[in-house]
């Protein structure tokens, strides 16, 4: 199956084809002629995901998906959440955005956190929704130097070490967007037999 994915981060790219595996041929905007930036405008994770989508589909007429992220913590009321990538400065700057999440944290009864992605499909014009969740904790410092963005503070319940320091598959397996991948598959899967 042909399918877009909407993103311009290449770190999510790899993690996503890796979980698709054979059987699908994913290509990204850019291979379409789309370089500009995708606008993700909305206040909740569903519907920056649902803009992503509509984007691309409004100009390729293709098959398409979106997935949008959140680390959500609960000792700061859900924030960073649907501002993850811009925590810290406009762009979208890792190393900063978790040096402002570690100040935030600082004495802080909870570091309880959960990352949750959304993932929006559009197949034969009709969007369908797909959520993926993995609980864990903000570490006290970074760890690790795999994976992207928030990795290095995040660990995942039943762990005793970050996203960032383990390796893409076990990452992939567990994972918020592993997870909602997996849903999406199995959508798929079950809509052509
Ligand atoms: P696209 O919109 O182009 O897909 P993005 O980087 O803007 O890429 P999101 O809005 O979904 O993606 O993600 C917001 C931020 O959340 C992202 O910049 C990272 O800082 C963080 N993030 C997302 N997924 C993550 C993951 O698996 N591990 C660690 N941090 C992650």
Redesign the pocket.
């Known amino acids: 199956m042909k399918i877009i994915?909407?993103?311009?981060?290449s770190?999510?790219l790899a993690?996503v084809e890796a979980v698709l595996g054979e059987g699908f041929a994913l290509s990204t905007p850019r291979e379409h002629g789309i370089t500009e930036?995708?606008p993700?405008e909305q206040p909740t994770?569903e519907g920056?995901?649902s803009q992503?989508s509509h984007y691309i589909y409004a100009r390729t007429g293709c098959d398409c998906f979106?997935?949008?992220?959140?680390?959500e913590v609960e000792a700061l009321n859900g924030a960073?959440g649907?501002?993850?990538?811009?925590?810290a400065t406009d762009g979208?700057d890792?190393a900063a955005?978790n040096r402002r999440l570690l100040e935030e944290l600082q004495g802080a009864a909870s570091r309880r956190a959960r990352?949750r992605?959304v993932i929006s499909l559009i197949v034969d014009g009709e969007e369908h929704l797909f959520e993926g969740v993995v609980e864990g904790h903000i570490a006290l410092g970074e760890a690790g130097c795999g994976?992207?963005?928030?990795?290095p503070l995040?660990v995942p319940d039943g762990c005793d070490c970050t996203?960032?320091e383990m390796a893409a598959e076990q990452?992939n397996a567990i994972?918020?967007?592993g997870r909602a991948v997996a849903k999406l598959v199995e959508f798929l899967h079950n809509r052509v037999k």
Do not use: C, M, Q, W
């Not at 979106?66 to 680390?71: H, K, V």
């Not at 994976?147 to 990795?151: L, S």
């Open positions: 994915f909407a993103t311009n981060n770190h999510k993690e930036e995708i993700e994770l920056n995901a992503k979106a997935d949008d992220t959140g680390l960073p649907v501002h993850s990538a811009r925590y979208h890792f955005n990352f992605t994976g992207f963005g928030y990795d995040f996203f960032a990452k994972s918020h967007r």
